[in-house]
């Protein structure tokens, strides 16, 4: 059974700090591109940050460039995405998602519609 997990949402503070994780069961990740989006309240569902199966390149959106880092261990079939200076405004829903065949990644990597599985997603809520 294919499935993508994300855990390591909560509350925490302006300024403060997470770290996601999205682990795979029923594939192995490393084949996979893998994004995080994020939907908040009212808004449609946007491409955060993305990793490639292949070099390793990474994408991210403006809003979170030099904040937000992801990672994969490849050993944990497990990315991650550390979120620092996290601000009131990156409070949403966090899902990951994978794709086996992206095309030209660089190009496409925040297009939902583009990723072949999901995860259920976890909260993440930036208030003093």
């Known amino acids: 059974q294919v499935q993508l997990v994300e855990s390591g949402g909560g509350l925490v503070q302006p300024g403060g700090s997470l770290r996601l994780s999205c682990a795979a069961s029923?594939?192995?990740?490393?084949?996979?591109?893998i994004g995080w989006f994020r939907q908040a309240p009212g808004k449609e569902r946007e491409g955060v940050s993305c990793?490639?199966?292949?070099?390793?390149?990474?994408y991210y959106a403006d809003s979170v460039k030099g904040r937000f880092t992801i990672s994969r261990d490849n050993a944990k079939n497990t990315v991650y995405l550390q979120m620092n200076s996290l601000k009131p405004e990156d409070t949403a829903i966090y899902y990951c998602?994978?794709?086996?065949?992206?095309?030209?990644?660089?190009?496409?990597?925040?297009?939902?519609?583009?990723?072949?599985?999901w995860g259920q997603g976890t909260q993440v809520t930036v208030s003093s």
């Open positions: 998602a994978a794709v086996i065949r992206p095309g030209v990644l660089s190009k496409v990597w925040g297009e939902a519609p583009l990723y072949d599985y």
């Open positions: 029923g594939f192995t990740l490393n084949y996979y591109a």
């Open positions: 990793i490639s199966s292949s070099d390793g390149s990474t």
